[in-house]
C-alpha cells in the first residue's frame, strides 16, 4: 500500500506600509473580485518565504525588496473551500522603486489606506489578519469554527 503525504499550500501576503497607511490591491477576475486584498501569492516551490516575497513583489507591484527589510508579523494556518493553506504576513516598510500596477488583468487599482479605517469590500481573511497583525498575534487558525 502506497502512502501519499498531506501537503499544505503555502501563500504569503506583504503589507506594504507607507506613514502608517496599508496598501491593499483591488481584486478583478479572480477569487474575491471586487473586494481589496494584499499583493500575496503561493509558493512555487523550491523556494523560501522571503523569495517568495521578493518575487511577488516584482511581479505584482514592480518594487525591489531586500530579505533584511521584511519580517513575518503573522501566520495563519486556514481552511475554506475544503483546502487548507498557511499562510504567512509578512510586513515590508522600506523597498526600492515605485509601486504601480503590473497585473492589470487581476487587479483593478492599488490604493494606501488608514489601518483603522480600511474598505468595507475587502476579504475577510484579510481583514481578519490585518487585525492580528495590529495585535501583535504572531499565529492563529482561521476557517476552523465557519470564518468565512
Known amino acids: 500500500m502506497s502512502a501519499t ?6 501563500a504569503v501576503h506583504i503589507l506594504f506600509f507607507k506613514e502608517e497607511k496599508l496598501l491593499l490591491s483591488l481584486r478583478k477576475n479572480i477569487s474575491f473580485d471586487g473586494l481589496y486584498g494584499l499583493v500575496a501569492g503561493h509558493l512555487d516551490g523550491e523556494e523560501t518565504v522571503a ?8 511581479e505584482e507591484v514592480g518594487v525591489e525588496i531586500e530579505p533584511k527589510d521584511i519580517y513575518v508579523s503573522t501566520i495563519c494556518h486556514s481552511r475554506a473551500n475544503n483546502k ?3 499562510q504567512f504576513y509578512v510586513v515590508c516598510k522600506k523597498w526600492h522603486g515605485e509601486i504601480t500596477n503590473k497585473e492589470p488583468e487581476k487587479c483593478d487599482g492599488l490604493k494606501y489606506f488608514q489601518v483603522g479605517s480600511l474598505p468595507k469590500n475587502i476579504v475577510p481573511y484579510v481583514k481578519d489578519a490585518i487585525e492580528k497583525v495590529r495585535n501583535g498575534i504572531s499565529f492563529y487558525e482561521y476557517g476552523w469554527n465557519g470564518e468565512k
Open 5 to 10: 503525504r498531506f501537503t499544505l499550500p503555502t
Open 51 to 58: 523569495n517568495a516575497v521578493i518575487r511577488e513583489a516584482k
Open 84 to 86: 487548507e493553506f498557511i
